[in-house]
């Protein structure tokens, strides 16, 4: 093994120089490592303290350190792992950092160098005045005061003596500091944690907490070695025994092959680099003794999901995730905040739900066990893989009894619509027997005094169900052109023109200078009359006046009927080919204006029952007192709603499922939804009032509104369209053919007509065999 030595900085590494061993200042030893770095030569460094260290997959370093000044390494070493990786932090400190000390601790966080990835943090200071044990409650509440509560999103780096720990954690705890989204690190530089500390600690955690404790662990005595002889001769001797096994191993595999296989197959320096330091590193950890007396421990809090889990786990504990020692740096067993990384850390949590399609869906399967689905339940598994827990379900079967996965009871399952949450559902979140309640409920004021809600994960509306328009009998189609005013003109300006006309040719003196005799045609109110009604059906008359004047209203008229006839033909058609429907209830304002032909129900116990009740508005007093209270068969009341009888009003989306189980029933189409959608209903899922990872559960379900994932699930659950949902285009009634229905009353007419011209001509003969019979009877008086 040849070696060279330099005395300065400024040199060319050569190519076939396999691992170089420096001593040097922070600067000098990175700018060495990218010059070796490029030959892929293996890099063992000593450098000054406060110095990142080199990658551990491409060097080994170790700084000189002070003994009892090494925290600003550690935090250093910590950052340049990325065990913490802030933006911003809070330091509160006490007179145990130093103010030299102080300045270091700053600088590694906040020096941002190419050879740090993770960026420096915006740091704000803030000193804890230690006094006596009576004030130090006092002093820290006073000055973590200053700091803005609810501060989401904020790390706090807290180095102080163990007396303060506890002062502190238990203030910031009162004030608010400490939530799922806040990161704490206590730095206990002057003692070890024992049984004692440990209680206290545990005393003052809390459901949700992220802390994590760094704390000295070092020893002193007279077999701790220390200083650089002692780190390079370890060092030197772990590099030896390396290319020793390296040599070796090498020897034995090119004793395998020949010359030109070896070639191809020899390890190339960047192999040879990881395979030394791995040996190195494994030999170190085995036999090192130099700084090993130089030691600190990092354990974090394990404190997610305690409340609601159902084990005998259910109490805090620390958990060692790390150590620090100044030979080989940070060693990580976990992260340092396991659960701002791995949220629940896989734990089992019970949740609580009932049938109230389509957010919950309670199914039994064929081996009598309980299935669950729904838009909740899409929900949960989605804040499962994000917050990293499963759960069971406790079903509930009519609000009430629990139904296990492997339940025998016979009794089926209601899937009758659900509108209230169960007093049971209530309890067990309120004292956190489960976790949350799989369930959706409308978010109020008054339901906020028993439970918490996530944000909304819907919001519905309010509709009318009614019965679908009919179209309208067609046996009066005839009569339909026309309105009931318009016949009654028309009857009576037939009945009027017929003696005009007479009167007007009777005396006119036309007929006496022109010798005409009067004597029948025209000459009687009758036959005006008829010569007026077949001017109407366009058939004319026997018999045309004489005289101009009555020639002009004869002509007058004839305009008339063709006004008349061509506007009657033109609406006929129209309403042949498009039919006339009943009028529909399709808003609250179409209800109320018949609310004395039809009768309403709503949905009891629900927050729009109870928003119109206290409300001062007539129309809402109107809808609230004059609805049914007592429905309690749904069939009959939707029998009632297809006759045209009676009008539901409930959420838009449990009249969906309405109307679809009703053309499923029946095959028909008699229900029909309002235009007018009003009282929107947030709903949102049930949490304890004090749920510390209510935030974490909201930001989940806002980004699945974001990318919509939300709305399609509704949507999929949603009972899909049939013709019931359609209406009918404009294709469909161009291309109407008339039929029977549509020409019954023309035949109408026509079988009324011929009735009473029956009735006239049996009228007739009787009149005249009653005129015979007079006339035989009579004495006639004799003529010769």
Known sequence: MNVVYYYWTSITIRKEISAILTIAS?????????????????????????????????????????????LPQILLDLRSIKAYDWQSVVILYDDSLGRDFVTRVLTSLTIDTKE????????????????????????????LSTIASRLSGTNFLVIVSMELVTYVMETATALRLVDTNNQWLYVISNHKLNNKSVAG????????????????????????????????????????????AAILDEFELAGQVSDEEWDAIRPTKLERRIFLLDIMKDYLIKNSVCGNCTAWQIKACDTWGKEFKTSSTSEFSLIQVGYWRLANGPSMTDVLFPHVVHGFRGKSFPLISFHNPPWQIIERNKTGGVNWRGLVFDIINELAKSLNFTYTVIVLDNGTNVLGNNSNNSNEISYGVTYTVPERVIQMVQNKLVFLAAAAYTITEQSKAM????MPISTQTYSILAARPKEL?????????????????????????????????????????????????????????????????????????????????????????????????GNLVAFLTFPNNDKPITTLNDLLSRRHTVTWSITPKTFFEYEIKVSNEPKYQILYHGSMKDIKNLEEMIRNIELGKHVHIDWKIRLQYMMKEQFLSKSTCDLSMGKQDFFEERLGIIVAQDNPYLERINLEIKRLHQVGLIEKWLKDYLPKRDRCFKTKG????????????????????????CSISVLLICWERLFYKYQKKRDRKAVQPFIS
């Open 116 to 143: 740090l990835t993770a960026g420096g943090a915006a740091v704000s200071l803030i000193k804890l005045d230690k006094h006596n044990t009576g004030m130090d409650k006092t002093s820290i509440k006073n000055t």
């Open 26 to 70: 922070c600067v000098d030893t990175w700018k060495l490592f990218k010059m070796a770095d490029v030959e892929n030569i293996l890099h063992m460094a000593i450098s000054e303290t406060d110095c990142p260290r080199l990658p551990a997959s491409q060097g080994f370093t170790i700084p000189t350190i002070v003994r009892g000044e090494e």
């Open 451 to 454: 439970v918490n809600f996530t």
């Open 473 to 569: 009998s067609r046996a009066l189609l005839f009569m339909s052109p026309f309105t009931y005013s318009t016949w009654l003109c028309l009857l009576l300006a037939i009945m009027m023109m017929g003696p005009i006309l007479y009167i007007v040719h009777k005396y006119s003196p036309v007929n006496e200078y022109n010798g005409i005799n009067v004597q029948g045609g025209l000459s009687s109110v009758y036959n005006c009359i008829w010569y007026i009604y077949g001017a109407l059906l366009q058939q004319g008359g026997l018999y045309l006046p004489f005289a101009d004047s009555a020639r002009i209203i004869v002509g007058a008229w004839w305009l008339v009927v063709l006004v008349l006839s061509t506007t009657y033909c």
């Open 201 to 244: 600690i545990l005393r003052n955690l809390k459901e949700g907490n992220n802390i994590a404790f760094l704390y000295n662990v070092s020893m002193s005595g007279v077999d701790c070695k220390e200083g650089m002889k002692c780190h390079i001769e370890e060092m030197l001797d772990a590099f030896s025994k390396a290319l020793d």
């Open 730 to 753: 404009s294709s469909g009634v161009n291309n109407h053919t008339v039929n029977l229905d549509d020409m019954q009353g023309c035949f109408f007419v026509l079988f009324f007509g």
